[in-house]
């Protein structure tokens, strides 16, 4: 299995996601930057938090329309794993290949601390390694997390199980509590705290690796096999 | 040549946290009539062209895909010269 971590222009969290692969499932990862036009080498791909484009005129406005973006919708429509993290969550949002918008953070404030989150739905590509329910200690860095979509969309998205992770103690104002979310297929997830961060005991949590190690699981169950035989 | 004025706000039904801070400001320095405030943003755009139809089809466009996020933004604008 390999990955990709893209790189956009003032992406800052792409070597912690470079170093998060390599640490939880040793699988081979490349930096692929905002040009690159052919993703087809990999299987899933990471979205680094980070400033792209300066966040100028929204967060991820601008990244959404670099070219490795079309790239990123065709794996998507392949059923390829995408996780985008904080900046990455953003973009993707722009990039309608997930529902809402993230906004200024209630408080006005940029949030960098600890958050304890709830795993809603463990039934993902990339939870599966969680159980439901289970409470994790992710940290956040943000001052536009705080999520938005309309109620009718919020309805779908429970009906859907689509609400991946909720925050214990809402740090932003998201609506629903929502911390993550995924696509309706489930292959495609955002999300606002940092798992890549927190792969460690060292780094003050090692909670963020069972989504590494989902990730590599869900791909062995339906590719191992085949190519091993 | 034509000129555009883009105007881009957020939603009335969507919480605008820098209007509330703002307001908050100008209520703690007395302007106690401010009622509601929100902050939007304001863009000039030179187009090089004199088809107004197309001007306007073409900055909707714009608008509807770039310059407005339309799930918490609306946006208007006005076409000069």
């Not at chain 1, 939870?127 to 938005?148: F, L, S, W």
């Not at chain 2, 755009?45 to 900055?59: G, H, I, M």
Request: proline share 4%; with cysteine; charged share 25%.
């Amino acid at each position: 299995m390999r990955f990709a971590v893209l790189v956009f222009p003032g992406s800052n969290c792409d070597i912690d996601c470079y170093k998060a692969v390599e640490q939880t499932v040793g699988e081979p990862v490349d930096y692929v930057w905002h040009t690159a036009t052919d993703l087809s080498p990999y299987d899933a791909i990471l979205v680094p938090g980070g400033f792209s484009y300066g966040d100028y005129l929204r967060c991820g406005a601008i990244s959404r329309f670099a070219p490795v973006m079309n790239e990123v919708a065709k794996a998507a429509e392949q059923g390829k794993f995408i996780l985008g993290i904080c900046n990455g969550f953003q973009i993707l949002t722009e990039a309608g290949l997930l529902p809402g918008a993230l906004r200024r953070n209630e408080s006005m404030k940029f949030r960098c601390h600890d958050s304890v989150l709830k795993v809603v739905n463990n039934d993902t590509p990339f939870t599966r390694h969680y159980e439901e329910g289970q409470e994790i200690v992710i940290p956040i860095a943000h001052g536009e997390g705080n999520y938005y979509c309309d109620e009718e969309t919020l309805q779908k998205l429970r009906d859907n199980k689509q609400i991946v992770f909720t925050y214990s103690g809402n740090p932003n104002g998201s609506v629903g509590d929502i911390a993550g979310i995924c696509n309706e297929r489930g292959n495609v997830l955002g999300m606002m705290p940092h798992p890549e961060r927190a792969v460690n005991s060292l780094l003050g949590s090692e909670d963020g690796k069972a989504m590494f190690t989902s990730i590599i699981q869900t791909w062995r169950d339906t590719h191992g096999a085949a190519s091993v035989r | 040549m034509l000129k555009a004025k883009v105007y881009v706000t957020i939603k009335q039904s969507v919480l605008d946290p820098q209007g509330v801070a703002v307001q908050g400001a100008l209520h703690s320095m007395g302007f106690q009539e401010v009622e509601s405030l929100r902050i939007g943003k304001y863009m000039e755009v030179e187009l090089n062209t004199d088809d107004r139809q197309e001007a306007e089809d073409r900055l909707k466009v714009m608008c509807e895909k770039l310059l407005a996020n339309t799930v918490v933004e609306d946006y208007r604008y006005e076409l000069e010269g």
